[in-house]
């Protein structure tokens, strides 16, 4: 994974309406594609994954779709809550596991 | 099981001296890696390993170094500390299995040189 971009780098949503955050990858062989949640002052933690063989997964309220065509694999989060307000990243173990992370967009959820 | 650990949780240094972050994963993960986030930023990768005995650069090595004698411990030295080294380090370990897996960070450490 050596270059992933992640957009928007901001993003401010009512309570209630969805967000959507995408990264764009470059490395072909790339199968894995996580997201990050980071809280503030609190480590990065896993709250999606997909792999390659697949074209979306959801969990509840959020949701990963993948491109591989067009290497770009996005968030979806439905119905957003406050708590759903941190920095989100994305990530690219690419061929040889040297992780390669988005540069984050800051999600807020406007009460 | 603890997950990733990290010491200390809170250091200052002065410009020039030196230290050692320490990690410990007891998952029995074989990859382990360093962060550093700065303020407001993504995560750079410093050093990384895919077993013990084996480590590799990765983004942002300069002024840094790693050893991996253990799987469970994954050492970050720091020498000649410099200003442009305050951030916040994170490890993380991880397990493949076959295929690429969830990365599991510890807490970080909070890391001010002056």
């Known amino acids: 994974g050596e270059n992933v971009e992640q957009h928007p780098s901001t993003l401010s949503v009512q309570e209630g309406d969805s967000a959507v955050i995408k990264c764009t990858y470059s490395d072909s062989a790339s199968n894995y594609f996580p997201w990050y949640k980071q809280e503030l002052g609190k480590r990065p933690q896993l709250i999606i994954d997909i792999r390659s063989n697949v074209g979306e997964k959801k969990d509840q309220r959020i949701a990963v779709t993948l491109n591989k065509t067009a290497k770009h694999f996005s968030l979806h989060i439905t119905e957003t809550q406050p708590e759903d307000s941190a920095v989100y990243f994305c990530?690219?173990?690419?061929?040889?596991?040297?992780?390669?992370f988005g540069t984050g967009t800051k999600l807020q959820v406007i009460p | 099981n603890a997950g990733v650990t990290q010491t200390p949780k809170f250091r200052i240094l002065k410009i020039g001296q030196s230290m050692t972050l320490q990690c410990t994963q007891d998952?029995?993960?074989?990859?382990m890696y360093w962060y550093r986030q700065d303020p407001g930023m993504g995560l750079k990768l410093i050093y990384y390993s895919v077993g013990a005995g084996i480590t590799d650069k990765g983004e942002v090595p300069n002024g840094y170094n790693v050893s991996r004698s253990t799987t469970e411990d994954f050492p970050l030295r720091l020498e000649l500390a410099a200003p442009s080294q305050t951030s916040v380090y994170f490890c993380a370990s991880s397990s493949t299995s076959g295929s690429y897996n969830e990365q599991f960070f510890g807490p970080g450490t909070r890391l001010t040189v002056l």
């Open positions: 998952m029995n993960h074989n990859y």
């Open positions: 990530a690219d173990p690419g061929r040889y596991q040297k992780v390669t």
